[in-house]
């Protein structure tokens, strides 16, 4: 088995020329897609969201809010603490959270500004953008006119401290009429286009780093990967071809060693690459691979294991290596596309985001993401890898049983 690998090891250093290109057209690629996508967050698709909603007022007039904003079309809104609201920004459970800061019932009925803050992840710019507009448009008919009016109120009780309650009921009903008016006006809409929701990022490239760079990163890095380890499967059904397996099944070992040979030198061929692609966004693009090491070996490990099995299955269920060409390069070009290389998965609609987990792409990606820009511990980054180790270990089962069936008949 170990023989095996080596030869397959050394047969890739063989070729020199396509050792350097498998390392070159990556780098050439990560470089491009970072300098592309240094113009991120400027689309304006939208897309239904979540909605996290800390009331640390807790009054009336905030249950209000709570109830207007969550009737609206493609919102929903969870009601939680800010703490916990934070930490699910910052892991990436949630896109943002709209803080209703204790005082804020009293600052609308004085007419001062009202306490209130939306948090958010930078990396999801763009439908802050849409949501700050849906938010506020929505405020200011709650905020504004009954600030407004709570302030003229206060101001005619301060002036005419001594008139009577009934002369004090109509001036208000004629008070009443004149805002209904004003609600349609010109001059209501003039106001809610210069007012503003303030907003503040939780994640940002100014504390977490690159966002084009890890997107660019990380994206081109695995599809390209899922390409080499493709051309490296398929040498399984060269060496068919060209005779090579009836010479080693007349050897002393298991067919089955035969695969397992070729797993473990397509795994180190998929460590080295991925290894070469970080060391390089370090070196020369800037990327600070030391943040969290363990988690980066570790995510390595966990998406190289993924991608060359995927290299393997292709193999394994084609006849020809024609076939593995062909298929594998449709295949990757799908996923990829799902998962988020060709373009970020908030450019996408929420039904590509359903679509996106099925994708190696997607949970390497999103790995990645964890560790250099959400910048997580181990413990919230495991998952991610536990998936693809699963992915992995379903893919390299369906090779041995097809390997079985369809390489060893075909000899």
Known sequence: MFTIAFKGIRQYFKDRTAVLLSLLLPIVLITIFALMYGGIGKSEKSRPITLLFSDQDNTELSHEVFTTLNDLEGMQLVATNYEEASDMVKRGKN??????YKGFQDSVEAGIKAPMELFYDEAKEIEMGLLQQALWSNLFGITMKKGIKGKVNSWIREKNPDLADAELL??????????NDFEQSEDSETMEENSNLPMTAIVSEEKNGNLGLVQAIAGVAIMMLLFSVSGSGASLLKEKEDG?????????ISPSSILYGKMMSTLF????QLSVMFL?????????????????????LASAIACSSFGIFMASICKSRKQVESLSTLVILVISALGGSMMPLIFMPEIMHKLAII?????????FFDIFWRQL???????KMLVLLGIGAILTTISIISFKRNLLKML
């Open 95 to 100: 896109s943002s959270v709209l803080v209703l």
């Open 280 to 300: 390089y966004s370090w070196l020369v693009l800037g990327l600070d691979i030391f943040m969290n090491l363990p988690a980066l070996v570790l995510m390595i």
């Open 377 to 383: 511990p181990l413990s919230e980054i495991y998952p």
């Open 170 to 179: 109509d001036i208000q009903s004629q008070v009443e009429e004149q805002f």
């Open 269 to 272: 061929m998929a460590i080295l």
């Open 359 to 367: 994708s190696v792409n997607y949970w390497a990606i999103e790995g």
């Open 244 to 252: 090579t397996f009836r010479r080693l099944l007349v050897a002393p």
